[in-house]
């Protein structure tokens, strides 16, 4: 048995009642055109050819191929990724400029290159993780990184 409280009664009442007043309050929403209507802009902040560049073509032959737009990468290359990474920032938020943030976006503010953070970006999705290692010489006095950190 279904014990309906005066609160939930309230509620449902409510809601049947604004359910008029919801319904042509969506219809623009509805009106939108689909995305992506034009052509979108991929900006990568390294040199084309390289890991991120190839990551980034990959999604973007994925993407038109999905949305039926085309999605062209463009290379934003200069100050060790300040500058693809400042255009990115920059961009209109309108949907037709999306881009790749590399991890050295976490570093950057830190090296007194830019004051850009990853707190400039709306992430959408994580398309790629490239852990980093530290390899020395196989004839190195460093045995392993603690050795390597005591040597400075």
Same mark, same amino acid.
């Given at each position: ?14 809601? /049947?009642?604004?359910?008029? /007043? ?19 802009? /991929? ?82 999705? /994580? ?26």
């Amino acid at each position: 048995m279904n014990d309906m409280t005066r609160r939930g009664l309230l509620g449902a009442a409510t809601a /049947l009642a604004t359910l008029p /007043l919801a319904g042509p309050l969506a219809v623009p929403a509805l009106a939108q055109p689909k995305w992506p209507a034009r052509p979108v802009q /991929l900006l990568c902040p390294w040199a084309a050819g390289g890991g991120t560049d190839a990551v980034l073509r990959i999604i973007a032959i994925l993407l038109e191929k999905e949305l039926g737009q085309p999605f062209n990468v463009v290379n934003r290359t200069g100050g060790s990724g300040v500058v693809g990474h400042a255009a990115l920032a920059a961009a209109p938020a309108d949907g037709y400029t999306l881009g790749i943030v590399t991890a050295e976006i976490c570093m950057l503010h830190w090296q007194g290159l830019t004051e850009l953070t990853y707190r400039n970006y709306t992430p959408l999705g /994580l398309m790629n993780n490239d852990p980093p290692g530290i390899q020395v010489n196989v004839n190195s006095p460093y045995k392993d990184v603690q050795q390597l950190a005591d040597a400075f």
